[in-house]
């Protein structure tokens, strides 16, 4: 009875068989998957991509006539080539613009290429300023030599005339020495031989002090020429040169206007050779200011001592006259 009803089971050795092999083509099935969707994107990009013909498959494509579109297919490609080529690229034009200086170099701005590129009334605007500048520099150096020399030899002259007794003694010391001291002693002598039998004292000396006031302002007026002109340079250089700045500006926008294009390689020439000009302006007022400053404090020291020697030549006038009278007066008394 148990033979009649045996079954045949298969053993765990063919189980586990079947298990590998099933798992196995599952394996297998879902790698293909896996790489089919990586690949079907890139494939969906770059269209269809033509597949090698097999050796061993026959090839009777070969054998028919090309269809219009797959002959132009080819002319448009290699008509599209030159120009991809003739594209000129930025990394291109950068290494030509390094290898080629004097393009680079023609861009670059210094003020004597302003000078030349700028328009005629802006030229003659940085004219004028540069020789503003030239002028002030010559007067600086002129008033420089006068007004050292000026007090050196008044100084000096002072100096000899201090022990001095007399107007007569005085014009001895300094001997054929000129200037403004001598021209004091000489006025004072003048005087006291005009008046001689005068025996108005205060009247003498009330002349000769408004003869010494005239050489005084006189002196002051020498010594201070050149002033003027530097003042003037000092107030209207920068409006000279705002002036050449408004006109070259102007003519800034005129250009952009004509180029209708407002690329700062064409705007800013133009505005730099219009600053340029109220560089120079401010330049040369700056200067010419400082220096009037400088030498207007020199001046008044120099007419300071202008005054001193004045006031030494009125004393030495008064001694004579109080010598004169004095004498006079005990002769008389004597008499």
């Known amino acids: 009875m148990v033979g009649a009803y045996d079954l045949n089971f298969p053993s765990s050795r063919d189980v586990n068989a079947l298990m590998f092999r099933t798992s196995l083509k599952t394996i297998s099935l879902a790698a293909t998957l896996t790489m089919w969707s990586l690949i079907s994107p890139a494939i969906a990009q770059q269209g269809s991509v033509p597949h090698p013909a097999s050796p061993s498959a026959p ?22 080539s030159p120009a991809t080529n003739a594209t000129p690229s930025p990394a291109g034009d950068a290494g030509a613009n390094l290898l080629n200086p004097d393009s680079a170099s023609s861009h670059e ?21 540069a020789f503003a500048s030239l002028v002030t520099w010559t007067i600086c150096i002129a008033k420089m030599v006068e007004l050292s020399l000026a007090r050196r030899n008044l100084g000096t002259a002072l100096r000899e ?47 000769a002090a408004s003869s010494f006031a005239e050489i005084v302002r006189a002196e002051s007026r020498r010594v201070r020429l050149g ?84 006031g030494s030549a009125g004393r030495l006038l008064s ?11 005990s002769s008389r008394a004597a008499e």
């Not at 090839?59 to 080819?74: G, I, N």
């Not at 004597?112 to 300023?129: E, N, P, Q, R, T």
């Not at 700045?245 to 050779?273: C, D, H, R, Y």
Request: a neutral charge.
């Open 161 to 207: 005339i201090s022990e001095s007794r007399s107007l007569a003694e005085a014009q001895m010391a300094l001997g054929a020495r000129d200037g403004v001291l001598a021209s004091l002693l000489a006025s004072a002598m003048h005087e006291a031989r005009l008046s001689a039998g005068i025996s108005s004292d205060a009247g003498i000396k009330e002349r």
């Open 109 to 129: 701005l210094s003020p004597w290429s302003m000078f030349l590129s700028a328009d005629i009334i802006v030229k003659l605007v940085m004219i004028g300023l």
């Open 59 to 80: 090839t009777p494509a070969l054998s028919a006539p090309a269809t219009p579109a797959q002959t132009s297919a080819p002319l448009a490609s290699s008509a599209s």
């Open 227 to 310: 002033m003027g002109l530097l003042a003037t340079i000092g107030a209207t250089s920068p409006f000279v040169g705002l002036f050449g700045t408004v006109w070259g500006i102007m003519n800034s926008f005129i250009g952009i206007s004509k180029a209708q294009t407002t690329n700062l390689a064409v705007v800013a020439p133009g505005i730099a050779e219009a600053l340029l000009a109220t560089a120079l302006g401010l330049v040369a007022a700056i200067l010419a200011v400082i220096i009037y400053n400088h030498f207007a404090r020199v001046t008044k020291g120099y007419i300071e001592l202008v005054s001193r020697a004045s």
């Open 319 to 329: 001694r004579d006259l109080d010598r004169t009278h004095g004498g006079a007066i």
